[in-house]
Every structure is written in structure tokens, then in C-alpha cells.
């Protein structure tokens, strides 16, 4: 028995006594109490009700609050939490590598390292939702970049429900008015045939203000703050529905909520700059542009919308 076999027996709201705990876990009552001591450590309001406990509120984050929203959800299963970390890409790559399974997450308050594409600085002040998970995915590495589309998906789907009007913008970020509320990195270890684990890393800034140009924060956008433990598991439970349906369904809905497509865009690789219209993603998520010259395909690049 742990702290989250407690929460999970509180969670329907009703006062559940202590001795029955107890005995159902083959514990003593003072083991019970413990657990009940670190949910409060933790933010939890539990309160003692005769015999028994009641829970009456949940932190806005920690470990717990998100295993707490995430319910049955496989993603999260296992929940790692630091008040502070360098990246939680690197923890959970860390962790993938020691064989965590599919589904196991590492949150952070804070980041002092995160990591955005090619070695570029993601700002990660206290506030925001800094998370990365462990994927076991049967999919090959060309098939991979389904989970980047599938991540920038869910992220949307999570700013819909929370009142957050956002649209994806080609192939990892997602914008509100053109500023960037989110950002995804999946990071793979893969032979040419299949994928050994992915991680999937979403930079979310919930209540957090970066100090960089042209970003926003959902509590921004609402005027008030949100509760970060329930988007953290808003995400990834959006994130476990795409994944479990089918490519076609993540790509259609990854069209319907692009604001990439339609536009005219500039595009950097490593080895040169082009401008064209974006005119379609293919079905491994590469971005098909028009130009002048004809129609060029991109796996990886940099994409900036112009007008
Ligand atoms: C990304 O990179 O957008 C991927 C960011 C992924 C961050 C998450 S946080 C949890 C997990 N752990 C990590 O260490 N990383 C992942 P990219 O497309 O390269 O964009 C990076 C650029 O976005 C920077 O060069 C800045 O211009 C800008 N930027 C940095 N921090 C930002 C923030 N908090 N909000 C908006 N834009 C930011």
C-alpha cells in the first residue's frame, strides 16, 4: 500500500474509515495514517472524520494531484515528481533506458535545463507544465513522428477544454494568436527497424511567464491561473486516445487544428532557407510545400508562418 492506493479509495468523495483500509490492505492503522500524513504533506486537505477520512481538496500539482486526475490511465501509470530538475526529457530518457515501461511520466515545477530542438534553450519557470513520458510504441522510426502530431493534438484538445482557442503549427509547436503556448519534443532511441522507447516532452506554459519574445500562458490567455495537475493529466489522457486510434484519425485532426496549412511559410533546414505555401502534411507528417520551383517535402525543419 502507498499514498495513491489511499487517494484512489478517497477519490469518489465519500469518508472512508481508517480500520477498514487497514484490513483491506493487510496493514496496520498506523501505516494508514502515514499514507494519510503524505497526502497532506503534499497538498491533499484529508480530513479525519471519526474513524475515518475524507478527502476535500487536491493540490493544483505534485505527483500525486496528477496520478489523481489521470484516474485508470495508462500514461502516467507511474508518476515521477520534482519540485526542480535540469529536463524531464533527460529524466524520463534516464529512467527508459533503467527499463521504465510505457506510460511512465516525469513532472517538474521547474526546469534549470530544458531542452527545445537542436540544442535550443527551453524556458521552464516555476508555473508552468514541464513533462515528458515514456512511450513503447510498436512503430518504426518512420512511423515515429505520428507521436509528435498525436502530442500536438492532445495539447490542443487539453487548451479547448479549458477555454483556449489554439492551433498547431507544423511540426511541433502550438500558437495562440501566433504565440507559442507549447512545445513538443520526441526524442527516440530506434534501429532502422523499430522504436525501443520514445520520449514524448511537452512544455506547456500554464501559469508560467517565459522571458522570451512572441510566447504566451494559458493563465494569460484567461486571466486567471489554472490547476496544472489537471491539464498535466488532461494532456495525457487526450494523448493515450490518439495514440490508441488510428494514424489517419491523428492526421485529420492534426489538419483540422493546424494553422500551418494555407499559409505562407519559410523554411529552414540545415542546409538551406526556402518560402513556399504549406499546403498539406504527407502521412509520415512531413510538411509538402509549393513553390515557385515545384513542391518540396520537409521532415525536419523550421517553420515560420508569415501572414
Ligand atoms: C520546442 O523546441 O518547442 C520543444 C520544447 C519542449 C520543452 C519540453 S519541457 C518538458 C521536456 N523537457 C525538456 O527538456 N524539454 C521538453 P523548439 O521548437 O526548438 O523551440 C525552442 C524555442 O522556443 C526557443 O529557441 C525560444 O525561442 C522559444 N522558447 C523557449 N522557451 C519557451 C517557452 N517557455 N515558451 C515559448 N517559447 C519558448
Not at 489523481?68 to 529512467?95: I, K, M, P, R
Not at 477544454?161 to 507549447?182: H, T
Request: net charge negative.
Amino acid at each position: 500500500m502507498d499514498a495513491g492506493d489511499v487517494l484512489q479509495q478517497l477519490s469518489d468523495g465519500g469518508t472512508v474509515s481508517g480500520e477498514e483500509l487497514a484490513e483491506q490492505y493487510g496493514v496496520s492503522r498506523n501505516a494508514v495514517w502515514k499514507h494519510v500524513e503524505k497526502l497532506r504533506d503534499e497538498g491533499f486537505e484529508v480530513e479525519s472524520a471519526g474513524d475515518g477520512y475524507r478527502l476535500d481538496s487536491i493540490p493544483d500539482t505534485g505527483g500525486l494531484a496528477v496520478r489523481y486526475h489521470l484516474g485508470d490511465s495508462e500514461l502516467g501509470g507511474d508518476v515521477e515528481y520534482h519540485e526542480d530538475v535540469d529536463s524531464t526529457n533527460s529524466v524520463a530518457a534516464e529512467a527508459a533506458r533503467d527499463g521504465a515501461g510505457h506510460g511512465y511520466l516525469v513532472v517538474a515545477g521547474r526546469q534549470t535545463g530544458g531542452k527545445g530542438r537542436r540544442g535550443r534553450e527551453w524556458e521552464s519557470p516555476e508555473g508552468g507544465v514541464w513533462a515528458s513520458c515514456v512511450l513503447r510504441p510498436e512503430l518504426s522510426p518512420r512511423e515515429a513522428s505520428v507521436i509528435t502530431l498525436a502530442a500536438s493534438v492532445a495539447v490542443a484538445r487539453a487548451l479547448e477544454d479549458v477555454g483556449v482557442d489554439a492551433e498547431i503549427k507544423w511540426p511541433n509547436d502550438v500558437l495562440v494568436d501566433d504565440q507559442k503556448i507549447c512545445g513538443v519534443l520526441v526524442e527516440l532511441e530506434a534501429d532502422s527497424e523499430s522504436v525501443h522507447y520514445a520520449v514524448v516532452g511537452l512544455g506547456l506554459n500554464a501559469n508560467a511567464h517565459p522571458d522570451v519574445e512572441d510566447a504566451t500562458s494559458v493563465a494569460e490567455e484567461l486571466g486567471e491561473d489554472v490547476d496544472r495537475a489537471r491539464l498535466t493529466a488532461s494532456v495525457f489522457r487526450e494523448l493515450e486516445d490518439l495514440l490508441d486510434g488510428s494514424r489517419e484519425d491523428v492526421l485529420s485532426e492534426w489538419r483540422r487544428r493546424s494553422g500551418t496549412l494555407g499559409r505562407e511559410v519559410r523554411i529552414e533546414t540545415p542546409d538551406e532557407v526556402f518560402w513556399g505555401t504549406a499546403a498539406d502534411i504527407d502521412d509520415t507528417g512531413a510538411l509538402v510545400v509549393d513553390t515557385d520551383d515545384g513542391e518540396r517535402v520537409v521532415s525536419a525543419a523550421d517553420c515560420e508562418h508569415l501572414r
